[in-house]
């Protein structure tokens, strides 16, 4: 229960405690001890939250009692979560309240509860305490870095970008808005109506389409409109009550889950009732309308079939309308080599292994490609109809797609379109190339025909993508719809190869296997070390397969005496690998360890020993999204620290990393983003949802080149040494440094700087760049930054919990002196009419950089 304060902050003096805050403090320790005592006597939860909330209360005064009533409010805490929350979170952030990660203040231990809930989904609650932990600690000077870290975690894991894609997919708002006022005219205009129009809207999200629901039955004067949305998402659920309440409410009634809204325009009060809960648990009367976009790339694999026949067959009148009513699947075929990296593998041989994906999703645009049909229907689907949706379910169909040119048919390429009515007259589709489109497409690998007999497939490996065509040739399709998925595979003819499989790989996985820049570079590395005496070699990679400690141990001047790897995937699928590759002894293995418990094992082993040094091989120190792995490189501080309490060497590869900021402009990463523009309907009304941007993310991964335009010439800030044992206070100091970078090459909107990490070779003799890795790097916070030519971008490193990230501090206009005193705190940023003042000064006075001062490839603003 809340505890009601006798005292006020400012009562405390500058030489002690006020006398009745100290006797407060005293009942209230009283009150909330005597509570934990019946609290642990009964096992009531509100008991354990009466204490807790007690003991927070005197500590957010009082911070200096925190060693005397710290364990009592963990306690409180930890017990005060139900049994079945404190099993799943028995190994997260509030598990260790008890073990090794115990705050030292109140908004530490705010923040490991935060965290707990945000591993939990319970983002809404996170943000509470996460707001709170930053009030105590600005009001006791307490460093607020580890509460805006978890701000940024808290906020990148809550809504996923492609939530914002979404929200920014203006045809398909255009569409559904459309389609729904439709309906309401249909609704409104039967006659002989007593009963109110009530609608459904499952999975509202933001409340979007609900607002949109709303906004239309005011315009069309139906007074009695009632509108049912239900959302499972916690944060989405309470996003969505807030903007309807703020959208001119009168007021906002909660019960039991359950928010009434209602909304004056008009003299008319439509009415937005909002349940927290799955469409499939909700119990409500039947309705005249129900809308749902529950549908992903896939088309059914959010559940969309099973969404709908439940809706139509318990919360659907016989007479009532279903949105969408109808979709249709169209498929190509199209010639795409790199799908080749994800199908197959070319650079290792495998063996007993199957795609753990019968599929990939990724744009047209992206791939390499060249269209070898038509679109050709190869399903309908009719959602509306539930006893014939049912017969279809299981039901194979058969589809010829015919090549219109000649070429290898490597996949299938399947879309869909969506009737939103009955008549078709508002559609949405997933098509390659339409404006705005947020729907990936879905590719189906197409294999060359291989007829051997069953027993000549043995070992299984995996089949050889592509299957050539000539013009008029047929490649036959097998469809199967489930409740849950999609089957789409080429029709086989006779005995074909069926691999009798034990294992199931990823395409992410086969990605890797297949990037053979990556293990030129990773074998350049390894030659590069010198190893003397016996040495050992530890693949610490988070692959599942160690084709890092294939190619390191084939590439190192000595062959090392030990081999090891951190077996990441399944023991015998790893030793199938090694052997299929004719790997000579047996390594040692170390079943899901971190890199450096795997490095104190191998020290601790009599197999390591005799090694003089270890060579530990990160191979994905940089992931494919263009992230680097942050928290690996702390685990090669600790591992240094294990190497140098028993007197051994501990060499890295790769042995440098190299960083390369460059500011970008990317209508796809606004896109992703945040939400641009509100939804404006026929009547000019705007629908504005823009409210969820308070949870837009900071950072951002697995960007294409194609979609950015470089707005500098890339800049390199600094390279980091991982071989040497001073790790841990190299990256110290990366933390607070200031990088200027520019001057800006081309005037366009700001929106991120990339961060592009490569590999350097020992001694500074080259850089590995990994030019086709998707790119990452921290989001433009501001919106409509505009860059000039000549200006300067201003960032600040950090390190953190979260890892290494980039902070935006401003732009410094072109002409400004205090661009000349470089990074450093000393300059004085301003407002953006600041700056544009600035910049106008500077043209008037001619005193534009000059773009052909600033040479390619110049040093470094800070090296460590």
Same mark, same amino acid.
């Given at each position: 229960m809340p505890l009601k304060r006798k005292h006020s902050y400012k009562s405390k003096t500058q030489t002690g405690v006020a006398e009745h805050l100290v006797l407060w403090a005293v009942e209230a320790t009283q009150a909330a001890r005597q509570s934990l005592l019946n609290a642990k006597s009964t096992g009531s939860i509100p008991e354990f939250n009466a204490a807790s909330a007690r003991f927070a209360a005197v500590l957010e005064e009082l911070p200096e009692l925190w060693p005397e009533l710290?364990?009592?409010?963990?306690?409180?805490?930890?017990?005060?979560?139900?049994?079945?929350?404190?099993?799943?979170?028995?190994?997260?952030?509030?598990?260790?309240?008890?073990?090794?990660?115990?705050?030292?203040?109140?908004?530490?231990?705010?923040?490991?509860?935060?965290?707990?809930?945000?591993?939990?989904?319970?983002?809404?609650? =996170?943000? @509470?305490?996460?707001?709170?932990? $930053?009030?105590? +600690?600005? !009001?006791?000077?307490?460093? #607020?870095?580890?509460? &805006?870290?978890?701000?940024?975690?808290?906020?990148?894991?809550?809504?996923?970008?492609?939530?914002?894609?979404?929200?920014?997919?203006?045809?398909?708002?255009?569409?559904? =808005?459309? @389609?729904?006022?439709?309906?309401? $005219?249909?609704? +409104?205009? !039967?006659?002989?109506?007593? #009963?109110?129009?009530? &609608?459904?809207?499952?999975?509202?999200?933001?409340?979007?389409?609900?607002?949109i629901c709303q906004q239309l039955g005011s315009e069309l004067g139906m007074p009695k409109l009632q509108i049912h949305a239900c959302e499972e998402n916690e944060l989405l659920f309470a996003m969505a009550s807030e903007l309807?309440?703020?959208?001119?409410?009168?007021?906002?009634?909660?019960?039991?889950?359950?928010?009434?809204?209602?909304?004056?325009?008009?003299?008319?009060?439509?009415?937005?009732?909002l349940h927290r809960a799955n469409s499939r648990n909700l119990e409500v009367p039947p309705v005249d309308l129900i809308f749902c976009e529950a549908v992903d790339a896939e088309l059914v694999g959010e559940g969309f079939l099973q969404t709908a026949l439940d809706a139509c067959e318990r919360l659907l009148k016989p007479d009532g309308r279903l949105i969408?009513?109808?979709?249709?699947?169209?498929?190509?075929?199209?010639?795409?080599?790199?799908?080749?990296?994800?199908?197959?593998?070319?650079?290792?041989?495998?063996?007993?292994?199957?795609?753990?994906?019968?599929?990939?999703?990724?744009?047209?645009?992206?791939?390499?490609?060249?269209?070898?049909?038509?679109?050709?229907?190869?399903?309908?689907?009719?959602?509306?109809?539930?006893?014939?949706?049912?017969?279809?379910?299981?039901?194979?169909?058969?589809?010829?797609?015919?090549?219109?040119?000649?070429?290898?048919?490597?996949?299938?390429?399947?879309?869909?379109?969506?009737?939103?009515?009955?008549?078709?007259?508002?559609?949405?589709?997933?098509?390659?190339?339409?404006?705005?489109?947020?729907?990936?497409?879905?590719?189906?690998?197409?294999?060359?025909?291989?007829?051997?007999?069953?027993?000549?497939?043995e070992p299984a490996v995996l089949p050889k993508l592509g299957r050539t065509l000539l013009a008029s040739e047929c490649v036959a399709l097998q469809l199967r719809l489930l409740e849950d998925r999609l089957e789409c595979k080429p029709r086989t003819f006779g005995p074909s190869k069926v691999p009798k499989s034990k294992f199931k790989i990823s395409s992410g996985d086969l990605q890797w296997l297949n990037d053979a820049q990556v293990w030129e570079c990773l074998k350049q590395q390894c030659q590069a070390i010198k190893v003397y005496g016996y040495g050992a070699l530890l693949d610490g990679s988070a692959l599942v397969q160690p084709a890092a400690l294939l190619t390191a141990a084939s590439s190192l001047d000595a062959a090392p005496t030990v081999r090891a790897a951190v077996a990441n995937g399944n023991l015998e699928a790893i030793e199938a690998f090694l052997r299929a590759n004719s790997f000579g002894d047996e390594p040692v293995l170390f079943p899901d360890s971190p890199v450096d418990d795997a490095v104190k094992l191998a020290l601790s082993s009599e197999a390591f020993g005799k090694a003089a040094s270890i060579i530990l091989v990160l191979s994905d120190v940089v992931k494919?999204?263009?992230?680097?792995?942050?928290?690996?490189?702390?685990?090669?501080?600790?591992?240094?620290?294990?190497?140098?309490?028993?007197?051994?060497?501990?060499?890295?590869?790769?042995?440098?990393?190299?960083?390369?900021?460059?500011?970008?402009?990317?209508?796809?990463?606004?896109?992703?983003?945040?939400?641009?523009?509100?939804?404006?309907?026929?009547?000019?009304?705007?629908?504005?949802?823009?409210?969820?941007?308070?949870?837009?993310?900071?950072?951002?991964?697995?960007?294409?080149?194609?979609?950015?335009?470089?707005?500098?010439?890339?800049?390199?800030v600094f390279r980091l040494q991982l071989s040497t044992p001073s790790l841990d206070q190299l990256l110290g100091q990366i933390h607070?440094?200031?990088?200027?970078?520019?001057?800006?090459?081309?005037?366009?909107?700001?929106?991120?700087?990339?961060?592009?990490?490569?590999?350097?070779?020992?001694?500074?003799?080259?850089?590995?760049?990994?030019?086709?890795?998707l790119k990452a790097g921290t989001i433009w916070r501001e919106k409509d930054c505009l860059l000039h030519v000549g200006d300067f971008v201003m960032v600040e490193a950090r390190e953190d919990v979260r890892g290494f990230r980039l902070v935006p501090l401003g732009i410094c206009a072109a002409g400004n002196k205090s661009k000349e005193k470089g990074p450093s705190t000393s300059v004085n940023w301003r407002s953006n009419k600041w700056v544009a003042s600035q910049r106008k000064r500077a043209r008037s006075a001619g005193r534009l950089s000059s773009l052909s001062s600033f040479q390619e490839g110049h040093e470094p603003d800070s090296a460590l």
């Open positions: 710290s364990d009592e409010l963990m306690q409180a805490v930890w017990l005060g979560f139900d049994e079945a929350m404190r099993t799943r979170l028995a190994e997260g952030a509030a598990g260790s309240l008890f073990g090794g990660e115990r705050p030292c203040n109140l908004p530490q231990l705010l923040c490991l509860i935060s965290r707990a809930l945000t591993d939990e989904g319970r983002y809404w609650t =996170a943000r @509470s305490l996460l707001h709170r932990a $930053r009030r105590v +600690a600005q !009001r006791h000077g307490i460093s #607020e870095s580890l509460v &805006c870290a978890s701000l940024a975690d808290m906020h990148c894991r809550a809504v996923p970008p492609w939530h914002f894609h979404m929200l920014n997919d203006q045809p398909r708002n255009q569409a559904f =808005a459309a @389609s729904i006022g439709d309906a309401l $005219r249909e609704l +409104a205009a !039967r006659t002989a109506r007593v #009963e109110p129009v009530t &609608c459904l809207d499952i999975g509202t999200g933001t409340g979007l389409l609900a607002l309807i309440n703020s959208a001119q409410s009168t007021g906002l009634e909660e019960k039991e889950h359950v928010f009434f809204a209602q909304v004056e325009l008009k003299e008319v009060k439509p009415t937005v009732i969408p009513s109808s979709a249709t699947l169209f498929g190509q075929l199209v010639e795409c080599p790199c799908l080749q990296a994800r199908f197959g593998c070319d650079h290792f041989q495998l063996t007993s292994v199957q795609l753990r994906e019968n599929f990939v999703c990724d744009f047209l645009e992206n791939l390499e490609h060249k269209i070898l049909s038509g679109p050709a229907e190869l399903m309908h689907i009719p959602f509306d109809k539930p006893k014939d949706l049912r017969c279809q379910l299981g039901f194979v169909h058969f589809v010829e797609l015919q090549a219109l040119q000649s070429g290898t048919a490597h996949a299938v390429m399947v879309w869909w379109e969506l009737r939103l009515d009955k008549h078709g007259r508002h559609k949405i589709s997933s098509r390659p190339g339409r404006e705005e489109n947020h729907w990936p497409q879905v590719f189906w690998p197409v294999h060359a025909e291989a007829h051997v007999s069953d027993e000549e497939a494919r999204s263009g992230e680097v792995r942050s928290e690996l490189l702390h685990k090669v501080c600790v591992a240094h620290q294990h190497c140098a309490a028993v007197g051994k060497q501990l060499t890295v590869a790769p042995s440098c990393l190299q960083l390369t900021l460059t500011p970008i402009e990317s209508t796809a990463l606004a896109r992703r983003s945040r939400v641009l523009q509100p939804v404006q309907l026929c009547s000019g009304a705007r629908i504005d949802v823009c409210k969820i941007n308070a949870f837009s993310p900071s950072s951002f991964d697995s960007l294409s080149e194609e979609a950015l335009k470089r707005l500098a010439v890339p800049q390199v607070g440094q200031k990088f200027r970078l520019g001057p800006a090459i081309c005037c366009g909107h700001i929106h991120g700087v990339v961060c592009e990490w490569s590999w350097c070779l020992p001694d500074e003799k080259g850089v590995q760049l990994f030019t086709h890795f």
